[in-house]
Each structure stands twice: as structure tokens, then as C-alpha cells.
């Protein structure tokens, strides 16, 4: 992640009950900030703390070395949703991702479990 030049964004997020516990989490799409290239977002899921104030994270989705931009980021039943942007070989530049795969991930009761949205097909 960053250093101390390097600014955190958030790119995206969405808030909702993914363990049905009554109290909201919230996921969100995080980048360091870059001049330059299409940065990779880890994607988070966060929650309040005990003390009901210090956020923590509790799952990560996505790694920002899986080299991927998340364009949409949404909540729906309890099933975090989104789309990957990504590349087809270590060839391909940074500034240009050319595969979008949609993914959803939901909550087991012991981890969060990505499948692949229900009605989406590989081609």
C-alpha cells in the first residue's frame, strides 16, 4: 500500500448487512493515488470495532496485487457485488485493462466465498 507520499483514495463502497447481524459493513475499493496507469484496488470489508467507533477490517476480497479495478462496487441481500477490470497476460499495459469479469462474494457464516453472479456465463 502506500508510503508517506502516496495519498489513499477510495475509490468506491457500499454499505449493508452481510452477516445478518443487525449492523451494517461496509466494503470498499481502495487505490493509492497515481499520476500515472490505472492503479490496482484492494477491495475491503470493514466493520465497527467493539468500542463502536475505530472501523477494522475484517475480510479482504481483493488483493491490490491481483492487479484489478473494481467499476462497480454494490450490496444486494447480503452478496457484495462487482466488476473486475483486469488483464489478459503481464503484457498488457497498466493504463489499459482489457478483460471485465463480473464477481459476487457472500458471507458463510465463517468467510466471505466469491461465485461467479447468478445469469453471467464465460464465453
Known amino acids: 500500500t502506500g508510503t508517506a507520499t502516496e495519498k489513499t483514495v477510495v475509490a468506491k463502497k457500499a454499505t449493508g448487512d452481510l452477516d445478518g447481524d443487525g449492523r451494517p459493513e461496509t466494503v470498499a ?13 484492494g477491495v475491503y470489508v470493514l466493520t465497527r470495532a467493539a468500542d463502536g467507533h475505530t472501523p477494522r477490517i475484517v475480510a479482504t476480497l481483493v488483493t491490490p496485487k491481483e492487479r484489478l479495478t473494481v467499476t462497480d462496487l454494490a450490496i444486494h441481500a447480503g452478496t457484495v457485488t462487482a466488476t473486475l477490470l483486469g488483464y489478459s497476460s ?7 485493462p482489457d478483460v471485465k469479469t463480473p464477481a459476487a462474494w457472500h458471507w458463510n457464516g465463517k468467510a466471505f466465498l466469491r461465485t461467479t453472479p447468478a445469469g453471467v456465463h464465460s464465453v
Open 29 to 41: 475499493a481502495v487505490h493509492c493515488d497515481s499520476a500515472m496507469g490505472t492503479p490496482p484496488d
Open 90 to 96: 503481464d503484457a498488457v499495459p497498466s493504463c489499459c
